[in-house]
């Protein structure tokens, strides 16, 4: 499956890694590639998903807890 056309926001490096008009492409439930289109193995023609106009970000974790379950006693 390709995502296609989205501004991408990688974290790949200090300035963001941002790529606009995108793919990602997903093998398995697996990310395989991200890239510009018409790139590398990101060079597909026909979105299996088009999702220009979209922001894609890496999943957020929040690690901390309230109440009783963030108590160390």
Do not use: F
């Amino acid at each position: 499956m390709a995502l296609v056309g989205a501004l991408i926001v990688s974290m790949a490096n200090a300035e963001g890694g941002v790529i606009d008009d995108s793919v990602i492409l997903i093998e398995r439930d697996r990310i395989k590639a991200i890239g510009k289109r018409g790139g590398g193995q990101c060079a597909r023609r026909n979105p299996d998903l088009d999702v220009k106009g979209k922001t894609i970000i890496p999943g957020l974790v929040i690690s901390h807890a309230h109440g009783p379950m963030a108590s160390t006693n």
